[in-house]
């Protein structure tokens, strides 16, 4: 059974920095890219990361490039979100996402929930 | 960016009555498009994808159709398991993947 976990997740204060993991489970982690799509309270859905299979290729959202670091761990099934310099506005659900073939998402993680918040 | 744009916002429908829900993109996007169904409290959930395809395990009451720049998704017999929030998303031009703001369809 094809399966995403996210961990991680918890409340900050601006500025501060946040890691979440995603741990994927019933495919072969390693031959597929994997994205990162956040939703804030109430809102729709935003793409923010996306991570080839093979590490070579990394594309950030305009809203978290320089701040967010998506990176995995093939050895271990698990992909990361390392979050520095949050914001009020980054407060969302983080759902990991399994990508097929460079297009859409086909596997979801039930989401952690980030909270930035003084 | 591909900006996508989706109508209604919000959908009222009685049971068993068909739902027809549109997406539009800002430039064209071929037939690079997918439909999500997300109901409260729960992640998204692959309905369509190539505009018209659909992903494994979705009923044949869930259709899409459309190329270009415009795009629906059809609920033939809306059951009570339907009533979630639909989201397009296209994958033609990216980065950035972009989404539809969501249509929500609600019980009449």
């Known amino acids: 059974q094809v399966q995403l976990v996210e961990s991680g997740g918890g409340v900050v204060q601006p500025g501060e920095s946040l890691r979440l993991s995603c741990a994927a489970s019933?495919?072969?982690?390693?031959?597929?890219?994997m994205h990162w799509v956040r939703q804030a309270p109430g809102k729709g859905l935003e793409w923010v990361a996306f991570?080839?299979?093979?590490?070579?290729?990394?594309y950030y959202a305009d809203s978290v490039k320089d701040r967010f670091i998506i990176s995995r761990d093939n050895s271990k099934n698990t992909l990361y979100l390392q979050m520095n310099s949050l914001r009020a506005e980054d407060t969302a659900i983080y759902y990991c996402?399994?990508?097929?073939?460079?297009?859409?998402?086909?596997?979801w993680g039930q989401g952690t929930l980030v909270t930035v918040s003084s | 960016e591909t900006v996508m744009t989706q109508s209604p916002a919000t959908l009222s429908v009685s049971p068993g009555e068909r739902a027809t829900l549109s997406c539009r993109a800002s430039?064209?996007?071929?037939?690079?498009l997918a439909w999500y169904q997300q109901k409260p409290g729960q992640a998204p959930r692959l309905l369509i994808y190539?505009?018209?395809t659909r992903a494994s395990g979705i009923p044949a009451r869930f259709s899409g159709s459309g190329s270009g720049t415009e795009f629906t998704l059809t609920i033939s017999s809306l059951q009570s398991e339907d009533f979630a929030v639909y989201y397009c998303?296209?994958?033609?031009?990216?980065?950035?993947?972009?989404f539809g703001g969501g249509t929500k369809v609600e019980i009449k």
């Open positions: 996402a399994k990508d097929q073939a460079l297009r859409y998402f086909d596997v």
């Open positions: 019933g495919f072969t982690f390693s031959g597929y890219g």
């Open positions: 991570i080839r299979y093979d590490t070579n290729i990394k």
């Open positions: 430039q064209t996007i071929s037939s690079n």
């Open positions: 190539g505009a018209s």
């Open positions: 998303q296209q994958y033609n031009n990216w980065p950035p993947l972009t």
